[in-house]
């Protein structure tokens, strides 16, 4: 049975402005929207309390030709754009106007910065196999943070990941089918859930719901521009 999820994406609307009348190009495309990410993803006093209109078109996209991804910040209600920056054995950094970054390897979170309880790094490469498969598979991830002395603090989560159905995933007026897969994952005290919609035709993560670290929660992305 087929589940409809409706992933709305919410903007800013000076930012809407901003990219309405002028483009980007390769990844110097941040500096479009220095101010309207000034709320920065760790939040500030600009953090909605409410979501913003959802108002964001394909026409208005077409301004963007350069990677770019949407993301929420549970946590503190924060949004935020955030565009390629550059790459590195085969991973991808995006980054805010205010310097937040994100760095993926396949659709994965793999590290952080700026938010603070940053994900320094992690392995994860036995996941994105995992992904592909549709009976229930195991793995483990391995993340690295800072402890309060600044030294490296490793932690290792012994994971199960499951197809939990079929989505179309529904944002910026365009529909995804995808295969919805929940990744769940247990180390000593800590037990996160995560949730990736994996495009059915390429097998490339569209919409995810990911967990970072203890003081930063999850993160919702949604893949704008790939």
């Known amino acids: 049975m087929k589940v409809l999820i409706r992933l709305k994406i919410l903007v800013f609307t000076a930012f809407l402005s901003a990219c309405s009348t002028t483009g980007f190009v390769g990844f110097d495309g941040f500096e479009l929207f220095k101010e309207a990410t000034r709320n920065k993803l760790a939040g500030s006093p600009n953090t909605f309390k409410t979501n913003p209109l959802d108002s964001l078109t394909r026409a208005q996209l077409k301004a963007f030709s350069g990677p770019l991804i949407f993301a929420h910040l549970e ?5 935020a754009s955030l565009s390629a920056v550059g790459q590195n054995g085969g991973a991808t950094t995006y980054m805010t106007g205010d310097d937040v970054s994100l760095t993926f390897r396949d659709g994965i979170l793999i590290a952080s910065r700026g938010l ?3 994900l320094l790094s992690s392995d994860v490469s036995s996941l994105p196999p995992a992904l592909k498969q549709q009976e229930t598979r195991k793995h483990k991830r391995v993340h690295r943070y800072l402890d309060a002395e600044d030294h490296i603090l490793t932690m290792s989560f012994d994971c199960l990941v499951e197809q939990s159905g079929i989505a179309v995933v529904q944002f910026v007026e365009r529909s995804y089918h995808t295969k919805a897969f929940k990744e769940r ?3 000593g005290t800590i037990t996160f859930d995560n949730t990736y919609w994996v495009g059915v035709s390429d097998n490339k993560i569209v919409s995810s719901r990911q967990w970072v670290s203890g003081p930063i929660g999850y993160v919702d992305l949604w893949v704008l521009i790939d």
């Open 75 to 79: 946590v503190s209600n924060a949004y």
């Open 116 to 118: 603070g309880g940053d």
């Open 185 to 187: 994952c247990t180390g």
